[in-house]
């Protein structure tokens, strides 16, 4: 009987056992519900550490807290789920010895080695700071409206309103007539909605800088850390930790380097007399306009309709600026385009071709400018296929092919030009008796050039 008793006991004493583990456990769970104050009085809650795709990640809320809230959804209003990140293996283990001796530590060490710039977020905050070797004491992100395109307009003809109160300014702005509206906000219409970074030191506007943020910027802001993108800018990874002065240092390199870039396209469209392009005089053309290549944030397309049909064609580089910075119109960038202007020659037929190449819409000299320098590239394939000792193009010549095709923004423009080139020299080539292995070796490099491609010495066709 004693055994009968003995054998019951033995489950009941081990469930107990059971229980009080299940007990503990339950009551780690409870204490590891830790919270974090962050430097700036935030609070970071419902801390997660769980394992995906052989990671661990950490997952956290971040914001205000309500005490005043009565319901649940108003204490927590202020309260953000923020994209989850992952700790390292090294990170792991300490969270994991860490949790085996004080659960809510852990939970704390993985918030601080996950989100540091959102525990210590007065210091992404922190506006006192060196920027790409320079000190400034303010930094501001605002959303763009017209107001902030009045405003950019006036700093840069002098006027000081950056130390202006936001009265003062709204005065300022009211005072301006509608035309000196107009020209201030002219071709920047597209920026509104955008965001502005501007920083420097204060009572010195020659340290003021501002740009426009870009989707990495944005996104880095958002983060608080260097983050990669994918090709729909969505957030793929989320890398080391960033403050509000390193992502306006980062922002500040693009922005000076893209203004130099875009220095140097404008140098170049300035350059071009494009009022003497012409259309034949037949080509009706109407309802000329532009838009962005998606793809291409440099180059815009043109359509219009040439007697009644539509065309579209990309502008190249050098067009799209003239366009954009209003040096040309958009009559005479069409004109000027390739494949629009072949479009529009196709489209009025054989008689107005005549009359474009006889260059009677063009001006002086004109026509024999163009036909000296197509001589002169016909001439300089004529020489290289024809010189039993010439492996490839010599530096003068490629410089009379390039100068040439000077207008073809991409390979496939380039090779459009030089096959045209080839089709004249070619017949030169046949009628002259030339080699054929020699005509198809100085063709391929033709093809070549279009691409880019330079050849060496060593690569020509040994004669």
């Known amino acids: 009987m004693a055994r009968v008793k003995t054998e019951n006991a033995q489950p009941k004493a081990a469930a107990a056992e059971g229980s009080q583990v299940e007990n503990q456990n339950e009551n780690n769970e409870k204490t590891a519900r830790a919270k974090v104050t962050t430097t700036e009085g935030n609070t970071i809650d419902r801390i997660r550490v769980f394992q995906k795709d052989d990671a661990t990640m950490v997952q956290v809320d971040y914001g205000k807290l309500n005490p005043d809230g009565k319901t649940p959804e108003e204490k927590r209003a202020g309260m953000r789920t923020q994209m989850s990140r992952q700790l390292t293996p090294e990170q792991a283990k300490t969270y994991q010895d860490l949790y085996a001796k004080d659960p809510v530590q852990a939970k704390e060490f993985a918030v601080k080695t996950a989100y540091p710039m959102h525990v210590d977020d007065a210091a992404f905050h922190q506006k006192n700071a060196n920027i790409n070797g320079r000190d400034v004491n303010y930094i501001t992100i605002e959303k763009i409206t017209e107001d902030t395109l009045l405003l950019n307009a006036l700093r840069k003809d002098g006027v000081d309103v950056d130390h202006m109160n936001r009265e003062q300014r709204a005065n300022l702005i009211a005072s301006m007539t509608p035309d000196a509206k107009d020209m201030a906000v002219k071709g920047s219409e597209g920026l509104v909605g955008k965001w502005q ?94 838009s962005a290549a998606k793809d291409n944030p440099d180059r815009v397309w043109l359509s219009g309709k040439v007697n009644g049909i539509e065309c579209v064609s990309l502008l190249s580089v050098n067009e799209t600026t003239a366009v954009k910075n209003r040096l040309a119109t958009l009559e005479q960038v069409a004109a000027a385009n390739r494949d629009f202007h072949k479009k ?120």
Do not use: C
């Open 344 to 463: 529009a020659l196709d489209i009025v037929g054989p008689g107005q071709k005549q009359e474009v190449n006889a260059k009677e819409d063009a001006g002086p000299g004109q026509k024999q400018e163009v036909n000296a320098k197509e001589d002169a590239a016909v001439k300089a394939i004529v020489d290289r296929a024809s010189d039993s000792t010439a492996r490839n193009f010599s530096p003068e010549q490629m410089k009379t092919l390039n100068d040439f095709a000077a207008g073809a923004e991409t390979p496939d423009e380039r090779a459009k030009v030089f096959d045209g080139l080839w089709e004249k020299a070619e017949s030169q080539l046949k009628a002259a008796g030339v080699n054929d292995a020699w005509q198809k070796d100085a063709h391929n490099e033709l093809k070549d050039l279009a691409e880019g491609i330079v050849r060496s010495e060593a690569q020509g066709l040994k004669r």
């Open 197 to 290: 970074l501007a920083f420097g030191e204060k009572g010195n506007k020659e340290s003021r800088f501002y740009g426009i943020m870009n989707a990495e910027d944005l996104a880095s802001l958002r983060h608080r850390a260097e983050v990669t993108l994918d090709e729909k800018d969505q957030v793929k990874s989320v890398g080391k930790p960033m403050t509000m002065a390193d992502i306006a240092g980062r922002m500040e390199q693009r922005v000076q380097a893209q203004r130099q870039t875009n220095g140097e396209k404008l140098d170049a469209a300035q350059k071009v007399d494009w009022s003497k392009f012409k259309l034949p005089s037949a080509a009706n053309v109407t309802s000329l306009r532009y």
